[in-house]
């Protein structure tokens, strides 16, 4: 069956920190891959998105970028964190873009 | 930026009333899709309708898409204390690979 992991769950980092967050997916072959960022009380935020390996579009100009390396695995990284990357990191994947499947999000909090 | 503009923001109703979201977006679009979202967790896809389909039912849900008004609107019907969380509705784009999200309406079923 189709699965999508994603962790860690939460997450507490100094600022000026680096960030590595993983996710991974199962059970399906190139699928595009998302990461998105939920602010508290907010809409959810289209950061990064990936058709293939090696393959990443940029939404929005930040401190973060994001990597495939493989083609069921989506990392999302920064060198120094920021105190407004906190937030609810979400990545999802999708085949035909008819559904879109979402992992179970990380809560970032930079302190 | 965002596509969808869901409205009203929050909506709280009791137990056996239906419920109306609404959603507007901005361009055209392949198809719109509407996902649930419990606190603090990952969005599960409700339902898709295509841009030439007015009206859509899936159990207790009712999604209606005017594309001259670039509109649509979910409606959840005999409401349970279950159905508390947050609604958002998502386009899908023609050539996009990607999902863009509104902000949201966060529902509250009072039992």
């Known amino acids: 069956s189709q699965t999508i992991h994603q962790w860690p769950a939460t997450l507490v980092q100094p600022v000026g920190s680096p960030l590595s967050l993983e996710c991974t997916v199962e059970?399906?072959?190139?699928?595009?891959l998302y990461w998105y960022r939920q602010a508290a009380g907010r809409g959810l935020q289209l950061l990064f998105y990936s058709v293939g390996i090696g393959q990443i579009s940029s939404e929005v100009p930040q401190n973060l970028s994001a990597s495939r390396p493989q083609d069921r695995q989506f990392i999302l990284s920064s060198k120094k964190l920021l105190l407004s990357d906190s937030g609810f990191y979400l990545c999802a994947w999708s085949v035909n873009r008819a559904h879109y499947t979402f992992g179970s999000g990380t809560r970032l909090t930079v302190v | 930026s965002q596509q969808g503009e869901e409205d009203p923001q929050a909506l709280s109703i009791q137990e056996g009333e239906n419920a109306t979201m609404n959603c507007s977006y901005k361009t055209s679009i392949n198809n719109l899709q509407w996902y649930r979202q419990n606190s603090g967790r990952g969005l599960v896809h409700l339902i898709l309708?295509?841009?030439?389909?007015r009206e859509k039912h899936s159990g207790r849900l009712r999604v209606t898409l005017d594309t001259s008004k670039k509109s649509s609107s979910l409606l959840i019907t005999a409401s349970r204390a279950a159905d508390t969380a947050s609604y958002f509705c998502?386009?899908?784009?023609?050539?996009?690979?990607?999902?863009?999200f509104g902000k949201g309406t966060k529902l509250t079923v009072n039992p």
């Open positions: 059970g399906t072959s190139n699928p595009n």
């Open positions: 998502a386009t899908d784009g023609g050539g996009s690979e990607k999902l863009v």
């Open positions: 309708i295509r841009s030439n389909e």
